[in-house]
Nanobody
Framework: QVQLVESGGGLVQAGGSLRLSCAAS????????MAWFRQAPGKERDFVAR????????YYGDSVKGRFTISRDNAKKTVYLQMNSLKPEDTAVYYC??????????????WGQGTQVTVSS
């Protein structure tokens, strides 16, 4: 199995930046595609970004294109989400996921516990 632990969330003003980290353990990290999802209060868990095991294929949700960057360091078994130009509507719990392929949350096998990101106006 794979264990995922997110970190780096917090409170930031609109226009600011945060970098989230997801540390993996267990099975070989480099063999899994990785993704970030987020869930705001009262909303469904939505897709944010995806990166395949090689790091060579990356996809972003429309709402974060041009502002967020997903990357991975297989040697460190860590995936990152650099978030710039943050908006209040980015406020959510951000979850790291592994072992999927599509933008649907139902396609992903492993999940972290989430880290809270709050953007104030």
């Amino acid at each position: 199995q794979v264990q995922l632990v997110e970190s780096g969330g917090g409170l930031v003003q609109a226009g600011g930046s945060l970098r989230l980290s997801c540390a993996a353990s267990g099975r070989t990290f480099s063999s899994y595609a990785m993704a970030w999802f987020r869930q705001a209060p009262g909303k469904e868990r939505d897709f944010v970004a995806r990166i395949i095991w090689s790091g060579g294929s990356i996809y972003y949700g429309d709402s974060v294109k041009g502002r967020f960057t997903i990357s991975r360091d297989n040697a460190k078994k860590t995936v990152y989400l650099q978030m710039n130009s943050l908006k209040p509507e980015d406020t959510a719990v951000y979850y790291c996921a592994a072992g999927g392929w599509t933008t649907s949350r139902n396609d992903w096998v492993y999940w972290g516990q989430g880290t809270q990101v709050t953007v104030s106006s």
